[in-house]
C-alpha cells in the first residue's frame, strides 16, 4: 500500500477537490477516490511527508515496569527520537512505539499516524525519516501528565531534498512552531545520498556501513608507491 493525492471534483457538487488515499496502485486509488465521491483528474504518489504527532500512552508503565512519565520528564525538547514497529500487537498491527536513543519507551504513534508511517515503510521501497520532540506540556488534571509531540519527516529514498526541505518548513509556520527547521529537517532534506535511517522492526538487527572499496584501493596504490620509492 501507497498513500496517493487525488486532485478532481467532487462526484455530485462539481467543486475541486484534494485528497489522499492508501491504494496499491493508480488504478486501485482512481476506484477509491470514485467510491468516495471524487473524480479524478490527476493523480501523484505522495513521495515525502511532515506532519507532528502526539505521543499516545505516556501515563502507562512499559512491560519492564518502568514509569513512562519519567521517561517523558527526562527528554527535552529538539531531541531525535527512534520510531519502531511492534510485530504481533494484539491491538493495531500498525503499532508503532517511540524510544529514546538509549532503548526506554516513551509511548507509541497513535493509530492514524502509525498507518501513515507503515504505508512508507516496504522492504522494495527505502524510506528515510526523523522524529524529533518539539513541544511539551502539562495536562489541567490533578495528576498533571506530561504529554509531548513530534514532528515527523517521512521520505522514500528517491524523494527530491528540496521538496522535502520546503515541506518541513510549511508545517513548521503552519504549526506556528518555534523550532529552526535544520533541528527537524532529516538528513536526506540536507545531504543528495544519505544513509537511510529504516522504520525497524523490534528485534531487527541494525544494518552495519559497507566498507568503501575505493578507499582500499587508494592505499594499496600509496603502499606500492611507497615501495618502488624505496628500491
Known amino acids: 500500500m501507497a498513500w496517493f493525492e487525488v486532485t478532481g471534483k467532487g462526484k455530485d457538487s462539481g467543486r475541486k477537490r484534494q485528497r489522499r488515499y492508501t491504494a496499491d496502485d493508480e488504478e486501485d486509488v482512481r476506484r477509491v477516490a470514485i467510491k468516495d465521491g471524487t473524480v479524478p483528474e490527476t493523480i501523484s504518489p505522495i513521495e515525502s511527508t511532515a506532519f507532528v504527532s502526539s505521543v499516545a500512552g505516556v501515563s502507562f508503565k512499559n512491560s519492564n515496569n518502568t514509569r513512562r512519565q519519567r521517561i517523558v520528564r527526562e527528554s527535552h525538547l529538539g531531541e531525535a527520537v527512534l520510531l519502531e514497529h511492534e510485530d504481533g500487537n ?5 503499532a508503532i512505539r517511540v524510544l529514546r536513543a538509549n532503548g526506554e519507551q516513551l509511548g507509541y504513534l497513535p493509530r492514524e499516524d502509525a ?5 512508507f515503510r516496504s522492504p522494495a521501497r527505502g524510506c528515510d525519516y526523523s522524529a524529533t ?9 490533578e495528576d498533571a501528565i506530561r504529554w509531548i509531540k513530534l514532528f515527523v519527516v517521512l521520505a522514500l529514498e528517491f524523494a527530491p531534498s528540496d521538496r522535502v526541505a520546503e515541506k518541513c518548513r510549511r508545517v513548521i509556520v503552519d504549526e506556528k512552531l518555534s523550532v529552526r527547521p535544520e533541528t527537524v529537517i532529516p538528513s536526506l532534506a540536507l545531504k543528495s545520498k ?3 535511517n529504516y522504520v525497524r522492526s523490534k528485534g531487527a538487527a541494525k544494518a552495519k556501513p559497507k566498507s568503501s572499496g575505493c578507499l582500499l584501493i587508494i592505499l594499496s596504490v600509496a603502499l606500492l608507491c611507497v615501495a618502488a620509492a624505496a628500491i
Open 115 to 119: 498507518a501513515m508511517v507503515m504505508s
Open 133 to 141: 520532540i518539539v513541544d511539551s506540556g502539562l495536562t489541567e488534571s
Open 194 to 196: 544519505p544513509r537511510p
Open 90 to 94: 494484539r491491538h493495531d498491527a500498525n
